[in-house]
């Protein structure tokens, strides 16, 4: 028997409608027959609309329930050395750069990510042997209120 799965990210944002649309959805003959597994991902929002009355419903078919915490710069780096190696680039980045753009993505795996995605595509570009923190501190640096305003002075 095949069940389909249906995966929703950020869910904190579903009308409130339409996640009661779904609890209806997911079985047939009360509870005793699943139809279809919904996999709700969203941030702290959707935990707290789960305790209001009119998704209680919902919240008590929940099986699991898992709540995922900002991950440590030590844990980004193991995910980011993990992926570099199975690129096959273990050594693209220096373990300086990897220190880092895991202290700026804030414990978030998904900005560490795009932020390397960012310099891969620069080093890409320019044919870069490795990536340092130079080119971290050239694309991502905050620029200086005049360098600011400079800048868009030119935009005009």
Known sequence: ???PVLIVDEAQEMLLP???ELRLLCSARLDSHLLLTVVLAGDQRLLERFRCEE???LGS???V???LERATPEELQVTLQHALQKAGAAKLMTPELIATLCDHAQGNPRALMNMAGELLALAA???AAQLDEKLFFEIFATPSPAQ???A???RR
Do not use: F, W
């Open 55 to 57: 998704l209680l419903p």
């Open 125 to 127: 570009q320019t044919e």
């Open 18 to 20: 339409v996640l009661n």
């Open 65 to 67: 329930r898992l709540t």
């Open 61 to 63: 078919r929940m099986r």
């Open 1 to 3: 028997m095949c069940r």
């Open 152 to 154: 868009s002075g030119r």
């Open 148 to 150: 600011a305003k400079a």
